[in-house]
């Protein structure tokens, strides 16, 4: 089975460099894919309260270490705390939650899902009457962090990071934090590489996972007619010179310039693709010309819905 190389996190835990990604894995689909990938030795498996799916993903993963098919230490599980559960005792809450969905007694890995929060106390997404925008709390994502830190002291998550926070958000938790976050997880592709917010990680020693790594042709925030990076013609040359695929091509590049990717799928064929990347790599010159395709292209921009949240994060450079 492929021997998947590991990045060791500040905390000292180590995550492995390809992850599968549940997202819009629909309950009912997403513990088959689970089990398809758990076979084919993903051992990295990207989960979050919002899913919607983490209860079927927590069968599974009981059944599989009840079997010993897989030890629980060999795993790592990330999950994330969600925008209507960042006030301090909302988000001990929304801890002891994901362990239960997850029938976890820890999780590898706890981010901050966003930097916002929304109005807690019911709704995932609280809408307004209108449906285009939520109910914003004020809880400051310091007070989730503080839970946060003390559920590291608990034994409840072996490592906390953010995810969707800009530098200057993650400057703030590094300066108000005693456990410093570990990870940040970001959407990142060949078109929206994020070089700028990836270099300031990697000064301060957090780790990057990309989202949206194919560039999720799915998501419901895509428009009609917006470019398909899997037919984008420098990938495609990529590809065919090494006999790859271009979703090969693209999760082999962010994994050799040091960012932890987590592709998505729930079809067999795609998810045994998606992992086999290990057995060629890209040339000075070609990692050269998928520098030169960046189109600083957010996909998942959600400027029209939260844009006017006091911490929404994208209304700076990085
Ligand atoms: N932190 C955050 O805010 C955040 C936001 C978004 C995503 N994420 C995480 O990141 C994960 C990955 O991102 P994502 O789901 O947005 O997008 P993605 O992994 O870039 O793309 C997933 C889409 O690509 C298809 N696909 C997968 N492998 C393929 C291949 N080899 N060739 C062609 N198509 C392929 C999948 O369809 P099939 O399933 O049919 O194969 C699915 O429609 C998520 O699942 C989630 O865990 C986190």
Known sequence: MTVVPTVTLKSGEKIPV??????????????????????????????????????????????????????????????????????????????????????????????????????????IFPRTADGNHMHYSDADYLDTWKALEEAVQAGKVKTIGLSNFNSQQIQRVIDHSHIQPAMLQIESHPYFQQTKLINFCKEKGIEVTAYSPLGNMAT????????????????????????????????????????????????????????????????????????????NWRILDLTARDGDHPHFPFNIEF
């Open 18 to 123: 390809i992850g599968l990604g549940t997202w819009l894995s629909k309950p009912g689909e997403v513990a088959q894919a689970l089990k398809i990938a758990l076979k084919n030795g993903y051992r990295h498996i990207d989960c979050a309260h919002a899913y919607m799916n983490q209860d079927e993903i927590g069968q599974v993963l009981e059944e599989v270490i009840a079997q010993g098919t897989v030890k629980r230490e060999e795993l790592f599980i990330t999950s994330k705390i969600w925008n209507t559960f960042h006030s301090y005792e909302k988000t001990k809450e929304a801890v002891d939650i994901i362990l239960q969905q997850l029938k976890l007694k820890y999780v590898d890995l706890l981010l901050i899902h966003w930097p916002m929060g929304f109005q807690e106390g019911g709704e």
């Open 220 to 295: 419901p925030f895509r428009k009609e007619g917006q470019a398909n990076l899997l037919e984008d013609p420098v990938i495609l040359e990529i590809a065919k010179h090494h006999n790859k695929s271009p979703a090969q091509v693209i999760i082999h590049w962010s994994i050799q310039r040091g960012v932890i990717v987590i592709p998505k799928s729930t079809s067999e064929h795609r998810l045994k693709e998606n992992f086999d990347v290990f057995d060629f790599e890209l040339s000075k010159d070609e990692m050269a010309k998928m520098a030169g395709i960046d189109r």
